[in-house]
């Protein structure tokens, strides 16, 4: 009787070992991940509305995942000194970004030097929210709906009417491009560094109409003594505000803009960090807590994850990139 025996060669044995390790540690990454606090990145100034709702998304995160989320605030050109980091950031499920509709499909067109590429230097998890962008006007003003703007836009050929936006190439100041464009008016585009700025203007009358994303603006307008809301540009009625009609509605038939926000992580993050971030994402944006506290501050939960948010990146790119080109808009 014969017996065969096997030699293993050195080289063979290394690669064996080699893929013994790698499984193992793939299996241990997804079976342990998080161990420890997440960083999530807002790339916007604390109290406006990307930090209000990453704050609201970050807590119930920490409650799905076992781990804190640590909100870190990194702003600064638009969103892209934030993101830039995010893309910088070691890929391994602990750093993780709340991008916008300004940082993933408008900046890269008005910016000449981006510190990162949208499409390429991350992996989406999930469309965290939308929310759409109120018209306001100061509450002694004579305009009283969209209708009124626009008849007074056209009439005012000398002295165009003004209106204030959070900055130069923010979706909001690219929402009153679009108004323009739809309602065939000029106005004078007035850029501030945020609510915090444009709201006193706007009260002072140093501008004529202001625009904004509606988290940031709901108090003041829903208290009414000194704003008044004439219109909201998503294409429903927002439940915080139900007596505001939609721009749609005021005579605009289609118009439909929102800004939008969304869960990324850098490229390359393993593939257990992302499901279990994904997952997790999917949970608590269902939830009905998080859909009350979000819904709260104007935000409707998203529901896009993953290739499906990319299709959605993807039209929203065409859509502000011939806009921007087509105004000749430059960032400052």
């Given at each position: 009787m014969t017996?065969t025996?096997?030699?293993?060669t050195?080289?063979r ?6 893929l013994a390790a790698?499984?193992v ?5 997804a079976?342990?991940?998080p161990e420890h ?6 790339p916007f100034?604390?109290a ?6 990453a704050r609201?998304v970050a807590?119930a995160?920490?409650?799905e995942?076992g781990?804190?989320i640590?909100?870190e605030n990194r702003?600064?050109a638009?969103?892209n000194v934030g993101m830039?980091?995010?893309a910088r950031?070691?890929a391994d499920?602990?750093?993780?970004g709340l991008?916008?509709v ?16 949208p499409q390429?230097?991350?992996?989406p ?9 109120v018209?306001a006007?100061n ?5 009283k709906?969209?209708?009124?703007l626009i008849?007074k836009a056209?009439?005012?050929k ?6 204030a ?12 491009a679009?108004?323009?464009d739809?309602a065939?008016?000029t106005?004078l585009h007035?850029?501030?560094k945020?609510?915090s700025?444009?709201?006193?203007a ?5 501008v ?7 988290p940031?603006t709901l108090s003041q307008?829903k208290?009414?003594k ?5 219109a ?5 009625r927002?439940?915080s505000?139900?007596d505001?009609?939609?721009v ?6 289609g118009f439909?803009?929102?800004a939008w926000?969304?869960?990324?992580a ?5 593939a257990g960090?992302?499901e279990t971030?994904?997952t ?6 269902a ?12 935000t ?9 948010l ?7 790119r065409e ?8 105004k ?5």
């Open positions: 017996s025996s096997h030699t293993v050195p080289i044995s290394l690669t064996l070992a080699t790698c499984c540690a793939s299996v241990a990454h079976a342990g991940y606090p997440v960083t999530l990145i807002v100034p604390p406006g509305t990307t930090d209000l709702i609201h807590q995160l920490e409650k995942l781990q804190a640590v909100v702003a600064g638009g969103g830039g980091a995010l950031a070691k499920g602990y750093t993780i991008g916008t300004g940082t993933q499909t408008i900046n890269q067109f008005l910016y000449k030097d981006m510190p990162f590429d390429k230097d991350f992996l998890i999930a469309l965290a929210g939308t929310t759409p962008n018209i006007v509450a002694k003003s004579d305009i709906s969209l209708k009124d008849a056209k009439a005012a000398d002295k165009p009417l003004s209106y936006s959070p900055g130069v190439g923010s979706s909001v100041h690219l929402t009153g679009y108004l323009e739809a065939g008016i106005m007035v850029p501030f945020g609510v700025g444009s709201m006193p706007l009260i002072g009358g140093q004529d109409i202001l625009m904004d994303n509606l940031s307008v208290d009414g000194n704003v008044r809301g004439i909201v540009t998503g294409a429903q927002d439940p505000v139900p505001i009609p939609t749609a509605e005021s005579g605009l038939p439909d803009v929102n926000f969304a869960l990324y850098p490229a390359g993050t393993p960090a992302m971030l994904t997790a994402a999917k949970k608590v944006l939830s009905d807590d998080l859909k009350q506290k979000l819904q709260q501050t104007s409707q939960p998203g529901t896009l994850f993953g290739n499906d990319v299709a959605f990146e993807k039209k929203e859509r502000w990139s011939k806009l921007i080109t087509d000749h808009i430059q960032s400052k």
